[in-house]
């Protein structure tokens, strides 16, 4: 399999590339020259399987030539075997044909480990092969990082280097990073907000020079591998609602457009989706595209579901390079204006064509709250705030009562207690019996000033295993 840029003007990649490549070096995605398509007999056969088993199938076209079928095995039976549910990604119904696609069944609690815990044992299989370390450095806003250092903690050639903001992410959240030790394991808080931190990683991309000749790699939502190995859990839970030969709808709960992407490629591979729901908080800025063609700058909003807290949403070039026949001039063409404008529109046809799958809906903070009670006053049930505005949105923008609907639940409600005690439900929610004693646990963080030099000098000292580069 071959990747091509959604820009069109750099060199297309193979998977190990793709995998350790961030952006294309004209500043667009890879996405794969062509997407593979599985027909009804082909799905139906794999009713039944084990996650592990299905995720193999669905993701060998994805990495042939690459990866030995073997070794994938292997790896995918590793990735999927640290989920606490046998099930990997459960099922739970919540009212007539709506149900949970229960995501958080990893390690850190949220969907992100399904890609980030297979990112890391693909890296570490390929840097093997090659002889070669890598440095990962990544910013987050809490999830993303203590799924990235969960997924590579155990790999023997990575150095990875995550930066929060100090005293700006929840408790839980920062002993989910903290307290994972090893010496290839570092957690930077910075004195700073999250886009210092995002700022000093980009910078870091830029200019190289204290890595002394050692590759940096991202593990941000762009990463190819990432989006490829959420496209499994779609085929997981319409199976068992009984495509191929029913069709399914899914309500997503969407930041920066990977989950949701995921589910499109799902479609366009054979999966019978028939409605794509975009449920967004405040920062509505794809709910806007999808309801009136206006892809507009804003400025950013903190909510209840910080998770989905985006200003502009970094997989959506993806989307726009269907929608325009895959022209990467003309992708490259809308993308230099919005970067001009803040602003974005495209042409009437390509619009309709992304609204006959995709609808969209933003739901605010106080909205979020009412769902999680109303949901839990019905059933017991306890939904996060992010899956809350999934729930919602779906109930809101469903187009048929007689398809499935399923709503992913990207998080579980113990990370996010705030908007669990607004809802004002009383009972709070509890750790899991892995991450039970996670209060007790011995913590390892550095806090540096936000300053791009210290944060590089900090990396170079640390970077070969807690030693200097
Ligand atoms: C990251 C995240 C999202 C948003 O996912 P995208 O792929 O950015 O759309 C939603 N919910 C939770 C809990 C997350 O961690």
């Not at 990997?88 to 149900?99: D, I, R, Y």
């Not at 992407?261 to 591979?269: E, P």
């Not at 809802?423 to 791009?452: K, M, T, W, Y």
Request: charged fraction near 20%.
């Amino acid at each position: 399999m071959r990747y091509i840029s959604t820009r069109g003007q750099a060199p297309a990649l193979n998977f190990e590339d793709v995998l350790l490549a961030g952006l294309a070096s004209d500043g667009g995605l890879y996405v794969p020259e062509n997407l593979p398509r599985f027909t009804v007999e082909e799905i139906a056969s794999w009713a039944g399987l084990p996650y592990h088993e299905l995720a193999f199938r669905v993701m060998r076209p994805f990495v042939a030539g690459c990866i030995a079928d073997a070794d994938f095995k292997k790896i995918l039976e590793e990735t999927y075997g640290v989920f606490a549910h046998k099930a990997v990604a459960p099922l739970t119904q919540l009212g007539a044909n709506e149900w949970v696609l229960e995501l958080f069944q990893g390690p850190t609690l949220a969907f992100k480990d399904f890609a980030l815990q297979l990112l890391g044992r693909l890296l570490d299989h390929v840097l093997t092969r090659r002889g070669e370390r890598v440095v990962i450095m990544g910013a987050t806003s809490g999830d993303t990082g203590s799924a990235a250092i969960e997924g590579c903690k155990a790999c023997e050639n990575v150095d990875i280097f995550i930066m929060h903001p100090h005293n700006r992410v929840s408790e839980v959240q920062r002993r989910q990073m903290t307290t994972i030790l090893g010496d290839n394991i570092h957690n930077i808080a910075i004195e700073g907000n999250f886009d210092d931190c995002q700022e000093m990683v980009k910078a870091s991309f830029a200019d190289q020079g204290f890595l002394k000749g050692t590759r940096l790699v991202a593990v941000n939502s762009i990463n190819w591998a990432r989006i490829m190995a959420q496209i499994v859990y779609y085929f997981h839970a319409a199976l068992q609602l009984g495509a191929p030969y029913r069709s399914v709808a899914f309500s997503v709960p969407t930041g920066n457009f990977g989950d949701i992407f995921a589910g499109y490629l799902a479609r366009n591979m054979g999966l019978p989706v028939n409605q794509l729901i975009v449920a967004t908080n405040r920062n509505d800025i794809l709910h806007r595209f999808m309801s009136g063609n206006r892809y507009d700058k804003d400025t950013l909003h903190p909510s209840l579901s910080p998770s989905m807290d985006i200003m502009v949403s970094s997989n959506f070039e993806r989307l726009l390079f269907d929608l325009h026949g895959r022209n990467g001039a003309a992708v490259a063409a809308l993308m230099d204006s919005f970067k001009a404008t803040g602003r974005l529109a495209v042409e009437d046809d390509r619009w309709t064509e992304a609204r006959r799958l995709f609808d969209s809906l933003a739901v605010d903070d106080e909205s979020t709250c009412a769902t999680i009670a109303g949901v839990h006053g019905e059933t017991g049930y306890l939904l996060d705030p992010h899956t809350a505005i999934g729930v919602k949105a779906a109930r809101e923008c469903r187009r048929s009562l007689a398809l499935p609907m399923v709503v992913l639940g990207t998080a579980h409600p113990v990370k996010f207690p705030e908007a669990v005690e607004k809802a004002g439900i009383g009972a709070a929610p509890q750790l899991p019996a892995h991450l039970a004693d996670l209060f007790q646990r011995e913590e390892r963080c550095s806090v540096l000033p936000n300053d791009l030099k210290a944060v590089q000098d900090f990396v170079s000292r640390h970077g070969n295993r807690g030693k200097p580069l």
